[in-house]
C-alpha cells in the first residue's frame, strides 16, 4: 500500500514525488528503465522562466497564448508562467547549476518569446535536471522501482490498484490512495507506429495516456503533435537527434537549396517546421546522400556573428556530435528537416493537477491545455517541475485527507 503512486520519472514524475513526500504522503515511483531514463534526460535547449530584468510573468503568458494559438487554458497557463521563477528557484536549490554570466542568470531569446527567457543549465538541461531531481527523490524516502511498468489500473471503492509488471514479465499488484500519471506523451511510440523518426526516448510509449481515458478521463487536442523544426537529415547516424533551437537563438540560419532564407529563424516552432515542411514541397529542398530532402542550417553563421570559438563553447554537445560524424558544424552547414517530437494534447488537468477521475492526478507531457496546439521551447521543462510539485502535493493531500 502507498499513499501516492507515482507513475514515470522524467522531471514530472520525480517533482511530483519529491512534493509528496514534503507533504507527508507515503510514495511509490514506477518507472519503465532505471530511475531519470526520460525524454526530460534528453533536453538540451533550455527552461524557460521570467527572472530577466526586462521580462514578466505577463509577457511570458502573452508569447505562449500567441503561439499556443490561444487554445491553452488560460488558468493552466498562469499557474505555468506564475510559477517559473519559484520552479528556477527550486530546481537550484536542489543542486542544478544554472549558466551565470557574472553574477547574473544567463536568458537567452527563443523562438517566439519576445524578451530572453530560456535558462540553460551548461548545453544539457534536461540530463542535470535528472541529475538533482533523482538525488531529491532518492533522499526523500519514496520508494522506486525501476524496470517496472504499470500495466492496468481499476479503482476499488476510494483507491486505486494498480497492475505491475517487471522487466523479467513478473506481475504484482499495488493499492494506493491516490495516482500521479506522469509517464509523458508518448510521442515515441506513436511515431514507431507511423514508421517516423522522434526525438523521443525508448520509454515514451503512449500505453498510461490510453489507460486513463479508458477508466473515464477527459482528453484534450491529443492528435495535437509538436515537430522539432530542425532535425538532423544527415549523417545518416543522427536521424532523430535534434539541433537544439539555442543553434537558431544564436544566429544560425535556414536556407532552401538555392541559399534563400525563407522564414524567420526565431518564429514558433510550428510556424518554423510548417515553413520547412512546404519548402520542400514546393521541390525547393537539398538533397541527402540518401535522397531524403531538407534544408539546409547555416551553422557558420554563428560564430560569423558571435566570433571564433563561440560554437565550441556554447554549443560544445551539438558540435561535438556532429564532429564524431566527421562533419565540422563551424565549417559546413547542415541538412535538416522537421522530426515528431512533443504532444501538445493530453489529459484534461485542473489548476491543481487533477484530472476529470477522483484521485488521479497528471503532470507534465502526459496533460493538455497548458500550452494550447503549440508549445513554446523550454516551457515544458518548466511544466515538468511546476504541475510535478503541484500535482504531487494535491495528491498527497486527497490519499491522506
Ligand atoms: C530530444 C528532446 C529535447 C527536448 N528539449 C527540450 C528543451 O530543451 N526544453 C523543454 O522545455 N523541453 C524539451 N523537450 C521536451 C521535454 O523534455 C519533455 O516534454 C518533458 O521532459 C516531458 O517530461 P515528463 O516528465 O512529462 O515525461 P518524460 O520525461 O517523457 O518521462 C516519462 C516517464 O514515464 C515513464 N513511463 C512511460 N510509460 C510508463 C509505464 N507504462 N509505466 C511506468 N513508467 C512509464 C518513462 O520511462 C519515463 O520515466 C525535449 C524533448 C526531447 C525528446
Not at 57 to 80: K, Q
Request: with cysteine.
Amino acid at each position: 500500500m502507498a499513499d501516492v503512486l507515482v507513475v514515470g520519472s522524467g522531471g514530472a514524475g520525480m517533482s511530483a514525488a519529491v512534493a509528496a513526500r514534503d507533504a507527508g504522503a507515503d510514495v511509490l515511483v514506477v518507472t519503465k528503465s532505471a530511475l531519470g531514463a526520460s525524454n526530460t534526460g534528453r533536453a538540451q535547449g533550455g527552461i524557460q522562466a521570467a527572472v530577466g530584468p526586462d521580462d514578466s510573468t505577463g509577457d511570458h503568458f502573452e508569447d505562449s497564448f500567441a503561439a499556443g494559438h490561444e487554445a491553452a487554458r488560460p488558468e493552466l497557463l498562469r499557474t505555468l508562467v506564475e510559477g517559473g521563477p519559484d520552479a528556477i528557484a527550486w530546481l537550484a536549490a536542489l543542486g542544478v547549476e544554472f549558466t551565470r554570466d557574472g553574477d547574473d542568470l544567463r536568458v537567452i531569446r527563443c523562438g517566439g518569446a519576445r524578451r530572453p527567457r530560456l535558462l540553460q543549465a551548461g548545453e544539457r538541461t534536461g540530463a542535470e535536471m535528472v541529475q538533482a531531481l533523482r538525488a531529491a527523490v532518492r533522499a526523500s524516502g519514496a520508494v522506486v522501482r525501476e524496470s517496472t511498468e504499470l500495466v492496468a489500473l481499476r479503482p476499488d471503492g476510494d483507491e486505486w490498484i494498480a497492475t505491475l509488471r517487471a522487466k523479467d514479465g513478473a506481475e504484482d499488484e499495488v493499492r494506493t490512495g491516490a495516482v500521479v500519471l506522469a509517464a509523458g506523451g508518448g510521442l515515441g511510440g506513436e511515431a514507431a507506429r507511423l514508421g517516423e523518426k522522434s526525438t523521443n526516448h525508448p520509454d515514451a510509449t503512449p500505453e498510461v495516456l490510453e489507460m486513463a481515458i479508458a477508466l473515464g478521463a477527459e482528453a484534450t487536442d491529443l492528435d495535437s503533435w509538436q515537430r522539432h523544426p530542425t532535425g538532423a537529415l544527415w549523417p545518416e547516424a543522427l536521424a532523430g537527434y535534434a539541433l537544439p533551437e539555442t543553434t537558431r537563438a544564436y544566429g544560425a540560419t535556414l536556407h532552401d537549396a538555392s541559399g534563400e532564407r525563407f522564414v524567420d529563424e526565431l518564429a514558433p516552432r510550428d510556424v518554423v517546421a510548417n515553413a520547412i515542411i512546404q519548402v520542400v514541397a514546393e521541390g525547393r529542398g537539398a538533397e541527402a546522400p540518401d535522397g531524403a530532402r531538407g534544408v539546409w542550417l547555416d551553422t557558420t553563421a554563428i560564430d560569423r556573428d558571435n566570433g571564433a570559438g563561440f560554437t565550441a563553447d556554447r554549443l560544445a554537445y551539438v558540435h561535438n556530435r556532429y564532429l564524431r560524424q566527421g562533419v565540422d558544424i563551424t565549417k559546413e552547414r547542415v541538412l535538416v528537416y522537421p522530426v515528431l517530437h512533443y504532444r501538445n494534447g493530453g489529459l484534461v488537468i485542473n489548476e491543481h493537477g487533477a484530472t476529470t477521475v477522483d484521485g488521479i492526478y497528471a503532470a507534465g507531457e502526459i496533460t493538455g491545455g497548458v500550452h494550447g496546439t503549440n508549445r513554446l521551447m523550454g516551457n515544458s521543462l518548466l511544466d515538468t517541475v511546476v504541475f510535478g510539485r503541484i500535482a504531487g502535493t494535491a495528491a498527497a493531500g486527497w490519499a491522506t485527507r
